[in-house]
């Protein structure tokens, strides 16, 4: 028997029958009639080819074939009910909920330690798991529901993805306490002149730093680089290098690594942060607070 030619009605209530042994009974249940339910059992019988059950003075009995039945169709129903039924609204202070969100390694050093100590507040319970943005296919992997939000500077984003505008933020200096910049203004001649640490980052847009600072002949006579911002301000704390990051990541580590940030002396474009999640769980309340404890933690507009 194909299901796709069975009225899954049927099963209801073949299943009440099952319980209530009685088409009076099972008929009060289904608040229909008795023929109703006389009817349906009928239809079920041609369709699996057997009686099910037989009128005795005890009531509708179930057939061999119908006790096989009973127990599989009753797990059906059961299940199906469960996935039809409203969710519980999400509740932060007990949920043990896992929320993965894609972020590039500056966001990584400027995000995850605020969300860390509004969780142990708030959310004690949840899970948050910070993924690399570059290393996956971000329109597929929010479209499946393995990364709930994104945030960061982003460019091409696919229109299926919502998003919000968090902060803009400039590039600076950052440097070691002591270093001999650090004295008096930072013209272009002195940041020139100076051994710089390059972050090798071909992420859009932080490439776009790199350009500027090839265009003012910086890049090419740099000897030290690194493909990621997280080590920058290891390297530079104990040395005489200078690197251009955004100024976020240069507020987060400037006081644990003894540094200190100066403007540069170049015209470079405001980079623009962004948090995104896909339409497809625009609704869902979990993603909603998620959303909503980012805007209240970074949101500057």
Known sequence: MDLRDLDLNLLVVFHTVFQEKQISNAARQLKVTQSAVSNALARLRRSVGDDLFVRTTDGMQPTPYAEKMAVPVAAALLQLEHALRPQEGFQPQSSSRRFSIAMTDVGETYFMPKMVEACAEFAPFVHIASVRASAIDLRSEMEAGRVDLAIGPFDEIPSVLYQR?????????????????????????????????????????????????????????????????????????????????????????????GLDVVDIPLLLEPLQT?????????????????????VSLFSEL
């Open 165 to 257: 505008r968090l902060f803009r933020q400039s590039c600076v200096a950052m440097l070691r306490r002591g270093h001999p910049l650090t004295g008096g203004s930072m013209t272009l001649e002195r940041f020139r002149a100076a051994a710089q640490l390059i972050v090798s980052s071909m992420e859009s847009p932080y490439d776009r730093i790199n350009a500027a600072l090839r265009e003012a002949g910086i890049v090419t006579g740099s000897m030290f680089s690194v493909p990621h911002f997280a080590a920058v301000p290891y390297i530079i704390s104990t040395t005489d290098l200078v690197a251009t990051v955004p100024q976020k990541m240069a507020e987060r580590t400037a006081a644990p690594f």
């Open 274 to 294: 962004n948090m995104f999640w896909h339409r497809r769980y625009a609704q869902d309340e979990g993603i909603q607070w998620l959303r909503g404890l980012v």
